[in-house]
């Protein structure tokens, strides 16, 4: 399977290049520029509505774009009908036909193609899958995570250069999603082929792809390594919607050398320069931000104890719950009302009780800025979304 | 009082019962009478058992030859509605297009109308245009009206086809004629099955459309209706029975077929 | 197969790539429509039409016919006929209750407490349809016989004496009476009332039964409170799929009635290959039709069910 590899080294390449997509006077993806390497294991991450699906099915053909070009390798697909084109897909809730039995469903792409012989093509990939045993069962008597699995070996049976995942693993229950996380990586290393996956669950997209790209409103909103992006968000959204981030809106005071000095609730709080992402004049705003799990929380009458050095501030303790990895503070403090804190449960403080006074530090290497122009609570996930 | 609570506890099951006795009391009647010997030219009356009707089915002049004829009507009207009726089904889900209401609205009111006002109507027009009444205009006639029930009933099924399935075909490399032979038809398959069901049942039968439009054709029921008036053979009877038992051994058959396959499966 | 000639070519081919976009066949419904749709316009449509203006023609069956806007037909029509029309209206809508009253049980039990019966009653529900209507209303005529076993026990219960006071049966007969025809009616279009009450009753989740007895309410509360409301659709489609061919219906009249039951269907008829006044047959069956659209648009407004194709 990897002897496509080699003939072309960047046979594989996925290339969007100001693709864009209209619907009447609503746009559902803004010219969008994209190169997905050969190989790689890649996710459109991004809440409902956001255009990634739309992106997906584009590169699919089953979505025409309004203006821009979809290549793969060397080749301009974008006039290609889907049938025509080296690309499969893997479907939300997977579109099995539920008159053919399994073996069928598996052989449908090389039929149609014309090869005769699919038995030992079709049964090696069942037991790819380990679906062996089911070849002559009908879709609706499997199981939710036997499905998923025929769905990705009716798709990848045809060696498509790129497989697109439509959030294929949205209708399984959470310890089966994990199994099939993990299933899905293995089988992408085994076979080599280029995985475009979209999906909106954050942790699914972090432990699965290479490279992740965070999408909002049409556009993309930052593209990295998932740690690039959950060090280094670049944006509130992002910051939000990968995990929780915390924001104090600061004043710049000075810059000197390779930090910034901030302003914040007349307290001083420093932040590298290479880690700010806005604007940074004197006297100008910057949203600043910490990731709960940075920070460390010293009951105020050990604020002595803190060392040099760390960036600081005060607050007491609003809420706490114990999660049992961690406790999780809520901090009210006078630069933002909800700090969220996550401590290691190593050695718990007993002081440490809702309206203890605290004092909260955290290494400086471990602040980032950001614009102060945008919404702070840009990407939260509302509630009904998590539902969803 | 203990048998009181008895019934109210079973006043469904026993009122349901009942409208079944209600429902199947003729066709016991048919099948009685069709062992009759009656006297007079109606058999309306029992006389004494005999099996000469069933022995000789095509016995009375004409019942045989409106028969056939009636199932070939059913027949040709049954594929013309079906044919029609499927290609409209198909434009109303899966296209947008201009005056989709008034297209909506042509298919409804033929089933909002009494037959008799629709078969005065089509009279209306043949005798203005000089039509032959006869084996054609019937079959006009029942593909009209049975044109709409197959709409509805593949209409529905195409419906809650998921979209993704014909997608899921392209994306497997079948081109839009191989996606609609090879998934979209056999998925409709069953409701294109029930309308052509229903088409030919719905034309078999039929009788006061066709008695205004069939001039001096008999099919089965305009037969049936003259020896209403002229004088019933036994055979109306024979195969009104036979029609009955075939019908429903047919059903039991495929149901045991159907279940036997479904356990080989599992 | 066809599928060998289709294999599309999958090596990463230069392919030539300034085709004109893929042009998604705007006038594909167009051609799915024209020939059902051209068919239903010419053979129902027009129909109507025609009929329409036959009903104010004038003129004879030998010199030939004339529209001359002669509405007159149409009061004529009226008020020789009205008894018949009234007579439609009536037995159509006795049938149509009646078919309710008895169809609901038998779906009722179709659906939640047939078990594994449910599949046979419902071929017996659907099985007499395939004896042509015909001779099992003829049936009829021996079950209602005069003298007969049914007859009989009516007489012999005084059920006939309340009913030849209410003018439904004529001294100890049934047949040739509104009764028999009544009768015949509901028989006729009973099924046509048990299928759509079964489609809407069963989609009603057993669990509501539960949920309502759960929540205080007595069995015939939960009926009146849950399952009747939800199985509005039924009855509705059901009452519809009823009462209009009944009004229409001539054949009951006929086979089952007397003179004195004659129908606006029967009239219809004659008028039409009888008599062959054709302005009198077009202007009844018009005002027929008009009755019955204009009935069952209020219907559907008041029962707010809007979706029954």
């Known amino acids: 399977m990897k002897t496509t590899n080699d003939t072309a080294a960047h046979g594989g390449d996925v290339r969007l290049t100001g693709i864009t997509k209209k619907y009447g006077s609503f746009t559902a993806v803004h010219p969008l520029d994209l190169t997905v390497p050969q190989g790689s294991f890649f996710a459109l991450l991004g809440a409902s509505g956001c255009g990634k699906t739309t992106t997906l099915r584009m590169i699919a053909g089953l979505e025409e774009p309004t203006a821009g070009t979809v290549h793969l390798g060397d080749q301009d697909v974008t006039a290609l009908p889907p049938y025509k084109r080296p690309v499969n897909t893997v479907f939300q809730s997977y579109a099995l036909f539920p008159h053919l039995d399994i073996f069928e469903n598996v052989a449908f792409g090389l039929r149609r193609r014309g090869i005769k012989s699919v038995k030992k093509q079709v049964e090696e990939m069942l037991e790819l899958v380990q679906l062996g045993e089911q070849a002559r069962k009908k879709p609706h008597q499997l199981s939710g995570g036997q499905q998923q699995r025929v769905a990705v070996a009716r798709a990848l ?5 790129v497989l697109l995942l439509d959030e294929p693993l949205g209708a399984l229950d959470l310890k089966l999603r994990r ?20 999906t909106h669950d954050q942790e699914e997209a972090m432990t699965m792809a290479d490279t992740v790209a965070v999408m909002n409103a049409g556009r993309v909103e930052q593209l990295g390594s998932p740690a690039d992006l959950y060090e280094n968000p670049r944006t509130t959204f992002v910051a939000n919607f990968l995990g929780t981030s915390n924001f104090i809106e600061a ?8 930090e910034i000095v901030l302003k914040a609730g007349g307290g001083k709080l420093m932040l590298p320069e290479a880690r700010n992402s806005a604007p940074a004049r004197t006297g100008g705003k910057v949203l600043l931000g910490v990731r709960p799990e940075k920070i460390s929380l010293t009951h105020a009458d050990d604020a002595g104890d803190i060392p040099e050095g760390r960036n600081r501030i005060t607050g007491r303790i609003a809420d706490s719950s114990f999660i049992g990895v961690s406790t999780q503070y809520v901090i009210d403090s006078p630069v933002c009302p909800e700090f969220e804190v996550y401590v290691q449960n190593i050695d718990r403080d007993p002081r440490l009780t809702p309206g203890a006074e605290v004092v909260l530090h955290w290494n400086p290497e471990h602040t980032f800025g950001l614009d102060a122009a945008q919404d702070i609570d840009a990407g939260v996930e509302t509630v009904e979304e998590e539902v969803a | 009082m203990a048998f009181v609570n008895w019934l109210k506890r079973h006043f469904v099951v026993i009122a349901g019962l009942l409208t079944l006795a209600y429902l199947l009391l003729p066709n016991v009647v048919v099948t009685v009478f069709s062992f009759n010997n009656p006297k007079g030219r109606f058999n309306y009356e029992w006389q004494e058992f005999s099996t000469d009707a069933w022995r000789d089915p095509c016995g009375v002049s004409g019942l045989c030859g409106s028969l056939s004829l009636s199932l070939q009507i059913a027949l040709w009207a049954m594929l013309g509605a079906t044919v029609l009726g499927t290609m409209i089904a198909f434009a109303l889900v899966r296209y947008r297009f201009r005056a989709r209401g008034a297209v909506n609205s042509l298919i409804f009111l033929p089933m909002a109308m009494p037959e008799v006002v629709m078969a005065a109507s089509l ?20 593909i009209m009206f049975c044109l709409s029930f197959v709409v509805v009933a593949v209409k529905a099924r195409v419906m809650s086809m998921d979209p993704r399935l014909e997608q899921a075909a392209q994306d497997l490399y079948a081109g839009p004629f191989q996606t609609f032979l090879r998934v979209t038809l056999p998925i409709a398959a069953p409701g294109i099955a029930a309308g052509a069901l229903l088409a030919f049942a719905l034309s078999f039968d039929d009788f006061i459309i066709t008695n205004f439009n069939a001039g001096s054709t008999v099919t089965f029921p305009m037969f049936v209706w003259g020896s209403a008036q002229r004088g019933t053979p036994v055979q109306i009877n024979v195969i009104g029975t036979a029609m009955f038992v075939v019908a429903v051994l047919l059903v039991l058959v495929s149901m045991a077929v159907g279940n036997r396959r479904k356990r080989q499966r599992t | 197969m066809a599928a060998v000639t289709e294999a599309p070519p999958l090596a990463p081919t230069p392919a030539p790539q300034k085709k004109p976009p893929r042009k998604r ?5 167009y051609l799915l429509l024209l020939p059902g749709l051209l068919w239903l316009v010419v053979f129902f449509a027009l129909p109507v039409i025609y009929q329409a203006s036959t009903s104010v023609q004038t003129g004879s069956l030998e010199e030939g016919y004339q529209v001359t806007w002669h509405f007159a037909t149409y009061w004529e029509a009226l008020s020789e006929y009205w008894p018949q029309f009234l007579r439609s209206v009536l037995y159509a809508a006795s049938a149509t209750v009646l078919c309710l009253l008895l169809g609901y049980p038998l779906a009722y039990l179709i659906a939640f407490r047939a078990g594994r019966w449910r599949n046979l009653i419902m071929i017996l529900v659907i099985a007499p349809f ?9 049936a009829w005529k021996t079950i209602l016989a005069d003298g007969g076993p049914v007859v009989g026990a009516l007489d012999a219960l005084h059920v006939l004496d309340v009913t030849s006071w209410l003018g439904w049966t004529a001294g100890d007969r049934v047949l040739a009476t509104p009764m028999a025809v009544v009768c015949g009616l509901t028989y006729n279009f009973l099924p046509f009332m048990i299928l759509p009450l079964y489609t809407s ?6 669990r509501l039964h539960e949920a309502a007895n759960d929540l205080y309410a007595k069995p015939s509360t939960t009926f009146r409170k849950v399952t009747f409301p939800l199985s509005m659709p039924g009855v509705v489609s059901g009452t519809l799929l009823t009462f209009i061919p009944a009004t229409g219906d001539y054949v009951n009249a006929d086979l089952l009635g007397s003179t004195e039951t004659r129908m606006v269907g029967n009239v219809i008829q004659s008028q039409f290959l009888r008599i062959l006044d054709y302005p009198t047959a077009a202007a009844l069956s018009f005002i027929l039709m008009a009755a019955i659209l204009i009935m069952v648009t209020l219907y559907i407004r008041k029962s707010g069910t809007e979706d029954l194709v």
Do not use: C, Y
Not at chain 1, 157 to 161: A, E, S, V, W
Not at chain 3, 25 to 29: K, N
Not at chain 3, 130 to 138: D, E, G, K, P, W
């Open chain 2, 123 to 142: 009279l209306t027009l043949f005798l203005n245009m000089g039509a032959q009444l006869g084996f054609w205009t019937i079959l006009i006639a029942h």
């Open chain 1, 179 to 198: 199994q099939m996380q993990l299933e899905l990586k293995r089988i992408q290393t085994e076979v080599g082929i280029t995985f475009v996956h979209v």
């Open chain 1, 251 to 258: 004043e710049v005071d000075s810059t000197s050398g390779s």
């Open chain 1, 157 to 161: 049976i045809n060696h498509p250069k």
């Open chain 3, 130 to 138: 395939f004896t042509s209507f015909l001779i099992r209303t003829l």
């Open chain 3, 25 to 29: 066949g705007r006038w594909m419904p």
């Open chain 3, 201 to 206: 009753l069963e989609r009603i989740d057993p």
